[in-house]
Structures are given as structure tokens and as C-alpha cells.
């Protein structure tokens, strides 16, 4: 085998993981569950399922990528043969997930632009609709491209493709940067908002608990969704940048910076939104409502931003802040998702590197194309909610289920404790073998039934078919073809036939 790449240090792949883990889905999709699940309610039990479920299952992608020093699909195969293709759903997941989030990343960036214009737009709440998308009626409509997102969106690979270009030493360096840069400029947003007049308003909200929400199962499935969302596990990325881990790291100490910092920022979030909301209900005696997702970021916050005391200097520069903060929380997770491709087919078919990235990031932005259409916000819906609701949880079944009970989670606990002073006990196990795998089978069993009745969002049939459900049995069943074509390539077959598995690496 060819030398492996490393982390300079300790700190520099603990800031990459941090990076990979804080992205969009704390910014935006953290406040709006928050709210919508009685705000301190949800951070308890958010709390409880980061400790039960966010960091076991972190640590195990973790541990499992340094023990084998390899991608996903080679991780899986190296702990038994016949598992190799479940490497390559986490993989196909990172895929499909890097080819909509560049699209994302480009919203972010045409919003950099226009953030200079907010405070004096007439209806900052339209310019993310009217201006930036000039959405379609529908996801059968692409009406050609909007011009301003294509741009962006080819900018956007272009950065990923910088970032990553040398791998884990160009990686490093950015996260060192933009790993800051958003701490620095979340920290500016959460002072302001603190002084905003109604800031109270919003803090309550969002801090004090509804206790007769503490036995809503909705609550519960949320937060533990939200975990599994936010950590960047389940997408090949944790298995990836643990495999460049020297054998001596500290995992579990690790693991835990990671979840907590990752907590941090979500909720350092919350306090940036409902403060700021609060700010707008009470000046302008609007309803206090958090929406989630691109609505939230998009199309209110604009017109929040707009109306911040000040005048339009002070709304600019926070606007500016605001954007800037979210490109800096995008970019890291973008790369990072890439990234796990690009080592797991690297792995896999002996390629050069350099140029394997480049060739992802090809496919990977011509497929993204799609989403800078006109109809490009609707087929994002599409194939993030199949994303998120089937392929990170289908992912994270086939996982817990395939360690904890065929592979034996004893011996992934025995590996991460064998190389650090914080020994973790049996407890460790229970959480793998029951409590993930039952929670991840009800959020699917609920987006199933869910969706198998009422559909989504009054999309047609033909691009739910289209942009979600073929793409889940394309993530679900590809590996076993990648199986199969490699058994019958000489050159690959003599190549793995080398590999060393767990037991013989023990």
C-alpha cells in the first residue's frame, strides 16, 4: 500500500472535523427545530441524543477509518469482505449530498453580493425569489438558468476544488482560517443581537422549556435527527478524515471536541435568530414565528436585517456579517463532503489523486447544474429531503446494524480505548446495538408512511420518482455492482487480495 497522507497535527484535524460537522444545518435548521419542538425542551433532549447518539456513532466512523487507514468502501471491506458495499452507500450519500450543496453554497454567495443592497431594497424579503432564483412554477419547468446562481455555482467548485486539491495539507490550511473567521463573525451576531431591543422576547422563547413537550415523541425523533444531521456522520466524511489519524490519536477525547464544538455553534445559532426575531416582533409587532431552512436564511432574515436600529450602514455591515458567516460554515462542510468521494474511489481503483478530484469535481458539478435552473430550489427540496429522511438514516441502520451486531461493537471499543486515558464502558455498545438503530427506524418508518400518504409538498409524482426515490435505490444499490465489477478486474482483485482485514491488523 502507498503511503498514507496525515494531519500535520492534532489541532489541525480537529478543526477539519469541526469544520465538516458546523455548516448550514446548525445556522439555519437547529433554530427552526428549536422552535418548533418547544425551545427548551428541545436543547435537553437534544443534549441527551448528542451524548447517546451523536458521539458513539461519531466515534465508531472515527475509529473504524483509523484502524483500516482507508475510505469508506475499504473500511467496511476490511472489517468483513461482504460489507464493502455498505462503505459505498455512505459514499453514494456524500455524492448526491456534495452535488446540491454546492448549489446552496452558491445562494451564499450571490447573497454576499446582494447583502450590500438590503438595507436599502424596497422588499428585501423577494430578493432571494425574484431576484436570485426566478423560481419556476414547478420542478418540470427548468426555464433555463438563472444566470447570477450559474455564476456563483461555478465559483463554488472552483473554491471546493482549491480547497482540496492537495488534500489533507490544503484542507488544513482552510479549516485553520474559516474555522475561525466564523467563530469570530458568529460571536459579532450574537453580541448584537443581545442588545436588540426585544432580544428578551426571542431568548424566551428559545431558552425556556415547555415541559409538556418533554414526553412528545415528535420531540424526541427531531432532536435526534438534528444530531444525526449536524455531525457529518453517515456520509463517509468522519471514516475519511479518521483514516489519515495517526495510530496513537486520541479518539474519544476527540470525538467529544468535535460534538460539543458542533453543539456550540448550533447553539450560538438559536441565540442569533430568536433574539434577532424578537427584535422584529417587538418593533414591529409581528407574530413570533421561526421558519426553517432556506426561508429562514433566504427570505426573512433579509428583511430582518433591513430593519436593524442603525440605519442602513450598521444593516449593511451585519448583513455582509451575516453571509460572510454562513459561507465560512458552508465552505468547510462542502469540501469535506467532496472529499470523501474523491478518497474513497482513489482507494478503491489505485487513481492518482489530483487527478481523481478533479474528475469529481467535473461529474459532480455537471450533475449540479440542475440545481441553477430556475427550477433548481425545487429540485433541491426533492433530493435533500430523500437525502436527509432515507439515505443518512437507511446509512446509519445498515451501519449500527452491521457493527453492533455482526461485526461486534466490543472490538471497535477495545481500539478507540486502547489509545486513550478516558475508558468508555459497555454502555457504549447499548447505544450502538439498540437505541440508534431503533431511532434511525422510526424517522424512516415516519418520512415513509408519511410520504406514501401525502406525498411532498404537492410535488408531481414523476419528479419525486425522478430526483428521489430512483436516487435512493441508485445509493442502496450500486455498491454491490462496484462489487461485482472488481471481483472481475484482475488488477483490483489482486490488489484487495492483499488487504489486510481487522483481526489481521490486530
Not at 441524543?49 to 473504524?64: Q, S, V
Not at 424579503?125 to 438563472?146: R, V, Y
Not at 449536524?230 to 476527540?254: H, V
Request: hydrophobic share 50%; proline share 3%; glycine share 8%.
Amino acid at each position: 500500500m502507498k503511503k498514507r497522507e496525515r494531519w500535520s497535527n492534532r489541532m489541525t484535524f480537529i478543526l477539519a472535523a469541526v469544520g465538516s460537522a458546523v455548516g448550514l444545518g446548525n445556522a439555519w435548521r437547529f433554530p427552526g427545530q428549536a422552535a418548533e419542538n418547544g425551545g427548551g425542551t428541545f436543547l435537553v433532549v437534544y443534549i441527551i441524543a448528542l451524548i447517546t447518539a451523536g458521539f458513539p456513532l461519531l466515534l465508531m466512523e472515527l475509529t473504524i477509518g483509523r484502524k483500516m487507514q482507508l475510505g469508506a468502501p475499504g473500511t467496511f471491506r476490511g472489517l468483513n469482505k461482504k460489507m464493502e458495499w455498505i462503505g459505498w452507500t455512505s459514499v453514494g450519500t456524500a455524492f448526491i449530498i456534495c452535488c446540491y450543496y454546492a448549489a446552496i453554497l452558491a445562494w451564499v454567495l450571490v447573497m454576499i453580493v446582494k447583502a450590500f443592497t438590503i438595507a436599502e431594497h424596497p422588499d428585501p424579503g423577494s430578493i432571494f425569489n425574484n431576484e436570485i432564483l426566478q423560481a419556476s412554477q414547478g420542478p418540470m419547468q427548468l426555464d433555463g438558468f438563472s444566470i447570477g446562481v450559474l455564476i456563483a455555482l461555478i465559483i463554488a467548485w472552483i473554491i471546493i476544488y482549491f480547497c482540496i486539491r492537495n488534500g489533507t495539507q490544503s484542507v488544513g490550511k482552510v479549516a485553520k482560517i474559516t474555522v475561525f473567521i466564523s467563530a469570530a463573525l458568529l460571536l459579532i451576531m450574537v453580541i448584537n443581537g443581545l442588545f436588540l431591543d426585544g432580544a428578551a422576547i426571542g431568548l424566551k422563547e428559545y431558552l425556556i422549556p415547555q415541559w409538556s413537550k418533554f414526553f412528545d415523541w415528535h420531540v424526541w425523533v427531531a432532536a435526534y435527527g438534528q444530531v444525526f444531521y449536524s455531525l457529518s456522520i453517515m456520509m463517509a466524511i468522519m471514516i475519511t478524515y479518521g483514516s489519515f489519524l495517526n495510530k496513537d490519536s486520541d479518539l474519544p477525547k476527540d470525538a467529544a471536541i468535535i460534538a460539543v464544538s458542533d453543539a456550540i455553534v448550533s447553539f450560538l445559532s438559536g441565540f442569533i435568530i430568536f433574539s434577532t426575531l424578537g427584535y422584529m416582533a417587538y418593533t414591529n409587532g409581528a407574530q413570533f414565528d421561526v421558519p426553517s431552512g432556506v426561508s429562514l436564511a433566504f427570505v426573512l432574515y433579509p428583511t430582518v436585517l433591513s430593519t436593524l436600529p442603525g440605519g442602513p450602514i450598521i444593516q449593511t455591515i451585519m448583513s455582509v456579517v451575516f453571509y460572510l458567516a454562513l459561507f465560512t460554515l458552508a465552505i468547510d462542510s462542502a469540501f469535506s463532503i467532496v472529499e470523501a468521494v474523491i478518497t474513497a474511489v482513489s482507494d478503491k481503483f489505485r487513481l492518482n489523486k489530483k487527478k481523481t478530484t478533479i474528475g469529481v469535481c467535473l461529474v459532480a458539478g455537471t450533475i449540479s447544474l440542475i440545481f441553477a435552473t430556475k427550477a433548481g430550489l425545487h429540485w433541491l427540496n426533492i433530493v435533500d429531503a430523500w437525502a436527509n429522511s432515507i439515505d443518512l438514516i437507511g446509512v446509519g441502520i445498515i451501519e449500527c446494524i452491521s457493527i453492533g451486531w455482526f461485526f461486534g461493537v466490543k472490538k471497535i471499543r477495545k481500539e478507540f480505548n486502547s489509545t486513550s486515558k478516558w475508558k468508555i464502558g459497555s454502555w457504549y455498545d447499548i447505544m450502538v446495538k439498540f437505541v440508534c438503530p431503533i431511532l434511525f427506524i422510526i424517522v424512516l418508518i415516519m418520512f415513509l408512511i408519511n410520504t406514501i400518504q401525502h406525498g411532498y409538498e404537492n410535488y408531481p409524482s414523476l419528479a419525486l420518482f425522478l430526483g428521489g426515490w430512483i436516487i435512493s435505490v441508485f445509493v442502496f444499490g450500486y455498491g454491490f455492482v462496484i462489487q461485482f465489477i472488481s471481483k472481475k478486474n484482475k488488477k483490483i482483485a489482486e490488489y484487495e487480495k492483499d488487504l489486510p482485514t481487522w483481526d489481521e491488523m490486530e
